[in-house]
């Protein structure tokens, strides 16, 4: 199994960054990709970022494309997201999710992180 823990969320000024972190443990050695995921209140969930575990291929919704950047830090299994420009339009709840080797689906996910930009 793996666990997922997201930190980093709060409230941010539009125009301004906040970042997530995502720490993966147990299995870790068995994760093929990573992604972060958001759900604004009332809307679809929308996979905006993803990173393989080796972390040197990402990529990015159109949303979140030029703003936001996604990285891992291989010596504390970690997934981080950078989110600059901040718009009203980014509050969310910001989810980080596995997806294992073999399975097509991210079937792993942390408990949630909210994330509120003031206009």
């Known amino acids: 199994q793996v666990q997922l823990v997201e930190s980093g969320g709060g409230l941010a000024q539009a125009g301004g960054s906040l970042r997530l972190s995502c720490a993966a443990s147990?299995?870790?050695?068995?994760?093929?990709?990573v992604g972060w995921f958001r759900q604004p209140p009332g809307e679809e969930q929308e996979l905006i970022a993803a990173?393989?575990?080796?972390?040197?291929?990402?990529a990015y919704s159109d949303s979140v494309k030029g703003r936001f950047a996604i990285s891992k830090d291989n010596g504390k299994n970690t997934v981080d997201l950078q989110m600059n420009s901040l718009k009203p339009e980014d509050t969310a709840d910001y989810y980080c999710?596995?997806?294992?080797?073999?399975?097509?689906?991210?079937?792993?996910w942390g408990q949630g992180t909210q994330v509120t930009v003031a206009s």
């Open positions: 147990g299995r870790t050695f068995s994760i093929l990709r």
């Open positions: 999710a596995a997806r294992l080797v073999g399975s097509i689906n991210f079937n792993f």
């Open positions: 990173i393989n575990w080796g972390g040197d291929v990402t």
